[in-house]
């Protein structure tokens, strides 16, 4: 994948303008370019103009303007060694006013610096009214191209593996910026904010996303589990008739005596030997608890202890047989 | 001009941008998430509580199942006990039956109790001769749970009846041909009595009659011998 978009170049000639692609320009360009002395005027520039094809044009965007250095004034300064770096473009543009005899808002200028051996600096100024400049353009700014001018000689003194178009437009004609630096580096913040608040977006989102998935997974976890225990569960019943039986019997006085107990589901039976006036007010006591049950009764006395008790002969003693049904 | 010139300068002024400011909008946004994902995270937190407690319960109730499913979960000779029906691999009803006097029914229920949750589904109690009861008990087992009701399956209250030795004296024994009787007195009370009595106002059964004692059995299954003055004065 190529992040940088590719870009043509356009290089115009006494006699044409040709558009080339990036490789093959440095063949392209030879000496007799630089060497003569032709500068057009406008009609001349219109004419060079008409032998460009812009068919290739619909393929890049980009295209960077070449021009022969002579076509635009050319001044070359010496500088204190002290200036310092961000002065530079401000002396550039004092230098360029100087050659074109133009106002600062109009002029377009680049420069090239180089450091002599005592370490003083020699500008190089290229300059060009605004005007000359949209004219080198207006055949690619009519077709919505974006175009930048460079001087030959500074398009050569850059590496070829630099020249990149940001690095590009760093040379190109351009006017005079005093919040360039600022400006970049505001761009830069905003570029910053924007990568900022995208990678935490996507960062808390796919958290958050992570988050429902966990929840996800443990409620059907436990959904799961609770299908299990409930399938295990379901046989129970909340019946509690038999052990509320079994407590009455428990609850029996002493003088009350079980001899057998059954309590399965809703019935429960019983068997009972006590006193006979002992029992009405037993049964009345256990169906005043418990007015919902249905109670079947079955009595007998007991024979046996007839003959043995003369002395108890007031005391009778009752075998009782009793069914317990829960009513629904 | 003046327009544009204002707007121009507003532009510039709307694009700048410094470091702190930067980081103070990348703090905000970092901010808002904050509420959301914490509350999400807690969520995260009490679901998963309430699966482990859920899958701790259900292990719980395996663990049990396997125990009472293990041979020598109750070390008794007299009763015989197993698991009933199994739903997802784990037993869902216990069984006994045995025989044995009411304490040891008791203590091994109470065992029972201790070790495992279950639900009384039936009971069959069977008061037999030998003061021994015959039981025959279901059980549901329920999910353990730490504070579980004591439930009480006896078929009789062991409280009940305590026995007074000085109310009572053995008067007489007679024996006619195979059945064995003897006289009683308890406070102002006399009883004829004989094997198998049941004597209500003390809440007594009479065990066995013997030719110099009488042996009775209350209903929490306490023993006591009834002998003649006499001869446990002699003793």
Known sequence: MKLVKPYSVALYSAEQCTLYNRNEIDKRIDTSLQSSDFIPDSSQLFAIQKTLSLSECKVTSRVVILIPDHWLSVSNHVLDPLTPPSLLPLAALSYAVESTFSAPETVLFSFRKALLEDKRIQLTVFACSEEWSKQLCSPFQSKNVSCLIVPISLWQSIKPSLRSWTALSKYALSSYQPDYKKRQNMKRLWLCLWLFSVSIHSIAYGYFLSLEQCIHQSLTDRQSLLERQLAWASHQEPNDFVLSTLRLMQALPTSVRLVSFDGQNQQADFQLTLMQEEFEPLLARWQQRFPNWRWQVSESFQTSNDLLSPFESSKEVLDVFISVFESE | ?235
């Open chain 2, 1 to 235: 001009m003046f327009l544009s010139q204002f707007l121009k300068a507003n532009r510039t002024s709307l694009l700048a941008i410094s470091g702190s400011r930067v980081c103070l909008l990348i703090f905000v946004q970092a901010l808002a998430w904050y509420p959301v994902l914490s509350e999400k995270y807690l969520d995260v937190e009490r679901q998963i509580k309430r699966k482990t407690q859920l899958s701790a319960s259900w292990q719980k109730i395996q663990a049990q199942s396997r125990m009472m499913e293990e041979k020598g979960f109750l070390q008794v000779d007299w009763a015989t006990y197993s698991v009933g029906d199994k739903v997802q691999g784990t037993a869902t009803t216990w069984q006994i039956e045995g025989r044995a006097l009411i304490k040891e029914w008791q203590v091994l229920l109470e065992k029972v109790q201790e070790k495992s949750a279950l639900k009384l589904v039936s009971a069959s109690w069977e008061s037999e001769q030998d003061s021994t009861w015959h039981g025959q008990l279901l059980f549901d087992i329920q999910e353990p749970k730490r504070n579980r009701a004591y439930e009480n399956w006896l078929p009789a209250n062991l409280k009940a009846g305590r026995f007074v030795e000085e109310d009572w004296t053995l008067v007489s024994t007679m024996r006619v041909g195979e059945s064995a009787s003897a006289l009683l007195k308890h406070k102002d009370n006399q009883h004829w009595v004989r094997q198998g009595s049941w004597l209500p106002t003390a809440g007594l059964i009479v065990d066995l009659v013997a030719f110099d004692r009488v042996t009775l059995i209350s209903k929490g299954g306490d023993q006591v011998a009834l002998q003649f003055r006499e001869s446990r004065e002699k003793q």
